[in-house]
């Protein structure tokens, strides 16, 4: 495993990833999930973002870590994963991914399952 930088956090524990992880591959079934650091910056701003998580082995760290402030600033939770190449995996590529977005959908069959991971998070920031 890579290097983790300290600057990657809140940083999920490897049971809370496992979840996460498994929520991406779920959504991603539903076309919900958006691959890349540049797409989830599109729906963050757009306001369609659920959750967003970030890889913690992201090299260098720098290029990522815009993407909390955003989410700050839009009051979506996001949360830091160990590896980019398991990210990349749930989100159905064969390639790492550092960043992913799940995104809202109205009548989504997965909102339930998308609301319970998200409350997770938010509780394990706080």
């Known amino acids: 495993m890579s290097h983790l930088n300290p600057k990657a ?3 999920a524990q490897k049971d809370l990833a496992i979840q996460i992880l498994d929520l991406i591959e779920l959504a991603r079934e539903y076309k919900q999930v958006k691959k890349g650091a540049n797409e989830s910056i599109k729906f963050l701003k757009k306001g369609a973002a659920e959750l967003i998580v970030i890889a913690a082995d992201a090299d260098p760290i720098e ?3 815009h993407l909390p402030l ?3 600033d839009k009051n979506i939770p996001y949360i830091f994963v160990h590896s980019k190449f398991a990210l990349g995996k749930a989100c159905g590529v064969s390639r790492s ?3 992913c ?3 809202a959908s109205i009548d989504s ?3 339930g399952q998308i609301k319970n991971v998200r409350d997770k998070v938010e509780n394990f920031i706080n």
């Open 63 to 65: 290029i990522v870590l």
């Open 70 to 72: 955003i989410c700050e």
């Open 9 to 11: 956090y809140p940083l």
């Open 101 to 103: 977005c799940i995104t």
């Open 109 to 111: 069959k997965i909102s």
């Open 97 to 99: 991914v550092i960043a």
